[in-house]
């Protein structure tokens, strides 16, 4: 059991980091930055719109499709920054630039809100984390053994799955907004409400007004199932193989999210692709941090943890993607051997 003294020993790792990051400026706003970033991502769908309306009922339009799921998820990540109060200090416009960049995808902001501060509060809690209490997938033994029918059959090959049911994921964003602002379980419900339908009106009629059905349908496949795999690659390699602590295993703040987090390697391309996020454990320890201040903060994070014998997870992409492939796979073996 940690004594007191423990406990003091442990929050004062987190003061001691806190204070070196402060002190190198890493959590100051960087409101220039994201002004040319929101700028140009907004460019970038107006001008995916107007190629749209150019290249008229062409099959062409494919190819609009799926730059449209990069711009998607590019103001998803800027939305997501918004969320953590990254862009201003103040709430008031953080929440209005995050409303507005979920509306203009099709998201609720505060549904989003919601799910991910009890994930950043709880990170891979078998119970208390939302991003692990997924009825397709199991994380855990123990979640992998309550599943019954056709999701008992999934998690058994659930490895094999799991890219395929990312297609799926943009529809499942859609989806969980909608059903959470019917249930009354956001605030500024009527915001988003509205957002989500003048979104969905505008999105919808100009698909349908200016593609035939077939090409319209096959426009919609393909938009929306790039961009869910795109949103599901970008956040899946940040958590998934990684421990999953119970009540059991309580850990101080600063081991508790760099425990359960993995960081992925790469440059400008790979921090881009990914919004920031490859930056996970620093994310982690400090939400407010502006996005292109991670890069910085982690030889800090990293030197600090490597002083304190904490284990820091690194690895490039492809491994990230390996690692939560195994992990999957590793929870779904006892089903697959269970006799019938």
């Known amino acids: 059991m940690p004594t007191s003294l423990d406990t003091q020993h442990t929050l004062g790792d987190y003061a001691a980091l806190s204070k070196l990051v402060r002190n190198a400026g890493l959590l100051e706003r960087r409101r220039g930055y994201y002004l040319v970033k929101m700028g140009l991502t907004l460019l970038a769908l107006a001008g995916a719109w107007v190629a749209f309306a150019h290249i008229g009922d062409s099959w062409w339009q494919l190819f609009v499709a799926a730059f449209m799921a990069i711009v998607f998820a590019q103001l998803a990540f800027i939305g997501h920054d918004a969320g953590h109060k990254q862009i201003f200090r103040r709430g008031k416009p953080n929440n209005a630039i995050g409303r507005l960049h979920g509306g203009l995808i099709g998201m609720s902001y505060g549904w989003w809100n919601k799910g991910h501060n009890q994930h950043h509060a709880n990170p891979n809690h078998e119970h208390d984390d939302p991003d692990v209490n997924i009825d397709a997938l199991a994380f855990t033994e123990g979640q992998a053994r309550l599943k019954t029918g056709f999701t008992r059959w999934m998690a058994k090959y659930q490895a094999y799955l ?75 390699p940040n958590h998934k193989g990684m421990p999953n602590p119970t009540e059991a295993e309580s850990k101080d703040f600063l081991r508790k999210q760099v425990l359960t987090a993995r960081n992925v390697r790469g440059g400008f391309w790979v921090d881009f692709a990914l919004g920031g996020l490859n930056y996970q454990i620093e994310h982690h320890l400090f939400p407010h941090m502006p996005r292109p201040n991670l890069r910085r903060a982690q030889p800090i994070v990293r030197q600090f943890c490597a002083e304190r014998g904490i284990p820091y997870a690194q690895c490039g992409l492809m491994r990230s993607y390996r690692y939560v492939l195994e992990h999957l796979h590793e929870v779904g073996a006892p089903l697959r051997t269970a006799k019938a």
């Open 162 to 236: 799991f890219f395929p049911l990312l297609l799926l994921e943009g529809l499942n964003l859609h989806a969980s907004s909608v059903r959470a602002i019917w249930k009354g379980e956001v605030r500024s419900r009527k915001i988003d409400g509205a957002l989500l339908a003048v979104h969905f009106a505008l999105y919808l009629g100009a698909v349908f007004l200016v593609l035939s059905p077939g090409i319209a349908v096959v426009f919609l496949v393909v938009h929306q199932g790039l961009w869910g795999l795109y949103m599901g690659c970008s956040f899946a």
